[in-house]
C-alpha cells in the first residue's frame, strides 16, 4: 500500500488524510463540483473531481471513484464513513479491480449489513437479541402472525437500513397494516432493497456501542463501549465514553458479547456493534456498524489508539499489536457534535457561508473539522460543521470543560447546536444521567427550545 484515496469528504476525509500521511502514505482526495474549495481537496497530494454537486451524482458514483484510482495510481481505498463505506458492492468491485479496501471483505460487509443475518450470527454467539421475526418478513399477514408472538409497539426495519433510518413503528394491529407496506417503499426508495423484519421496541432503552478491531490472523479486542443515548430522530448529538450507566461488570459482558460476534463473522477492521440497555441494565444486540464511526473521536481519546491508522494497518495485513489487558481507559471523554442546524426550528438545515470561524483550544480539546472562515456549508451533504471532543479526568470535569470549549467556539453566517449543547449541558436530567433514547424528541414535543438560539446566535455575533 503506497498511495490511498480517499472516497468521503468532510472532516472524516481530513481525518483520514492525517492518518495515511503519517503513516508515510501519499493521499488522493475526489470532490464534486460543489466541494471545489473543500479543505480536504487541498490538503491531499493530489485530487480528482468526480462529478456534479449531489452525491448520487459524485460521492456515490462507483466508476467515477475507480476511474480516480486508474488516474492517479491509487492502490488503496478508504471509504470513511457514510456513502459507500457499507456497500457490499463497492468493496467487492474494489477487491476485483486489485485495490486494497480498508474495511472489512465485501461478504463480510454483505453478512453483517443484512440486519436479519446479523441478529442470527448474534444468536450463534448466545448474545441476547431483541424479540422479533427471524428473517425478512415477506407479506402483511405473517407480519400480523410475528407481531402477535411478541406484541406491540413494534419496529418494522428495512434490511439494509442503517443510521436510524428505514425505521417505521406500529402500535397496534391496525397501525402495523397501514405502516407495513408504506415501510416496504421506503426501503426500495432508500436502499434498492424492499425487505423488512420486524423487532419488538425495548421502551425507553439507553444505546451503547462497542468498539471493537480483529486483524487477519484471529486477534481481537475491544476498546470499551460509546454511550449514543443523546438522538434527535434516530441521529447521535452527543457521545460519551465511558457510559455513565455502564460498570465494570456490565462493560465485560458486552466487550465479551461484541467480540464474540465479530469473532464469528471473521471480522478484518475496525469496527462497531450496537446494544440496546433495557430499564433492567439487560442488553440486546441490535447491529454491526461495518465502517469507522462519526464518534470514533471519544474512543481515540480514552485510549490513545488511533483507530483510522488501526485500520489501515490491518487492511495491509499487521496483526494487532494490542492485547486486550494492554488497552487503558483513562478518564471521561465527551463528543458533540457541531452542526450547522437551527435548534429553535426543529434542528431546520442551516447551509450558508461561515462568516466567522473560530474553534476552541487549550488542554483536553480536540477539535475535528474541515470548516474555515469564508467557507460556505453546501446544502447537499451532511451539515456538520465540527465535532468538539472533550477529556477529563471523571465526567463532572469533562462537563465543566465542555461548557468552556462551548463558549470559546465563535461562529457567525448560519445557525448552530451550540445553544444546544449549551442547554444539555446545564439539563438537569442530563446532569443526573436520568434518561433514554427519546429524550430530546420528548423536549422537542413539549415546545422547547433549547435556550431561543436565535437570541442566542445574535448575542454570540455581537461580542465577535
Known sequence: MHKVLIANRGEIAVRIIRACHDLGLQTVAVYSQGDTDAFHVHQADEAVCIGEAPAAKSY????????????????????????????????????CSGLTFIGPTSSTIALLGDKAQAKAMARSVRCPVIPGSDGI?????????????????IF???????GGKGIRIAISEEDFITKFEAARQEAQVNFGNPDVYLEKMIVNPRHVEVQVMGDKFGNYVHLGERDC??????????????????????????GAA?????????????????????QDRNFYFMEVNTRIQVEHTVTEVLTGIDLVQQQIRIARGEKLELRQKDVQFNGHVFELRINAENPHLQFAPSPGVLEHYLPPGGPHIRVDSACYGGYRIPPYYDSMIAKLIIHGKNRTETIARAKRALREFHIRGVHTTIPFHQFMLEDTRFLTNEYTIGYIDQ??????????????????????
Open 156 to 162: 418494522i426495519k428495512a434490511v439494509a437500513g442503517g
Open 60 to 95: 456515490l458514483k462507483i466508476p467515477n471513484i475507480i476511474a480516480a484510482c486508474e488516474i492517479t495510481g491509487a492502490d488503496a481505498v478508504h471509504p470513511g464513513y457514510g456513502f459507500l463505506s457499507e456497500n457490499a458492492n463497492f468493496a467487492s468491485i474494489c477487491e
Open 443 to 464: 423536549l422537542i414535543s413539549e415546545g422547547c427550545t433549547f435556550g431561543q438560539t436565535e437570541t442566542a446566535d445574535r448575542q454570540r455575533a455581537d461580542r465577535i
Open 258 to 278: 461484541a467480540v464474540e460476534i465479530v469473532r464469528a463473522a471473521k471480522y478484518h477492521s475496525v469496527g462497531t456493534v450496537e446494544f440496546l440497555l433495557d
Open 137 to 153: 418478513v415477506e407479506s402483511v399477514e405473517l407480519g400480523l402472525k410475528e407481531a402477535r408472538k411478541f406484541g406491540f409497539p
Open 229 to 254: 443515548t443523546i438522538q434527535r430522530r434516530r441521529q447521535k448529538l452527543i457521545e460519551e465514553t465511558p457510559s455513565p450507566c455502564v460498570d465494570e461488570s456490565l462493560r465485560k459482558k458486552l
